[in-house]
């Protein structure tokens, strides 16, 4: 029997603690316009090519805070990644790991990755 499941993933939900502070600083990260609407008042989907990223105030809680990479975001030139990183005063959790990837912290201490693709 075929799956009616797609092997897609649509989005990836982050729990964020204040949302418009979080819409503005992954709308840095990423060189967008902080211009988007925010909905119902706690989330905002973060313009993305491919698999979605939304930020949600209401599902957050300190005990939800992600500690392990759900996903990465990729970048053609780690190094550059790193230092542009760096520069942004963001915090760094690991160095370049076999000169691969990073984990670095949001403002809300969500853990996240950048990975060379």
């Known amino acids: 029997m075929k799956s009616p499941i797609l092997n897609q993933i649509g989005t990836v939900f982050i729990p964020v603690s204040e949302i418009e502070k979080?819409?503005?600083w992954y709308c840095d990260l990423l060189g967008l316009p902080a211009n988007g609407d925010?909905?119902?008042?706690?989330?905002?989907?973060i313009p993305?090519?491919?698999t979605g990223i939304v930020l949600d105030s209401k599902i957050y809680s300190t005990d939800k805070v992600i500690k392990t990479p759900l996903f990465h975001f990729n970048t053609e030139n780690i190094e550059e990644a790193y230092k542009y990183m760096k520069e942004k005063d963001i915090n760094l959790l690991t160095e370049i790991e076999h000169?691969?990837?990073?984990?670095?912290?949001?403002?809300?201490?969500?853990?996240?990755?950048?990975c060379k693709c």
Request: proline content about 3%; glycine content about 10%.
């Open 38 to 45: 925010i909905q119902f008042g706690h989330i905002y989907v």
């Open 22 to 24: 979080a819409r503005d």
């Open 99 to 114: 000169e691969h990837y990073f984990t670095f912290a949001d403002p809300d201490g969500n853990h996240l990755m950048i």
């Open 48 to 50: 993305m090519n491919g």
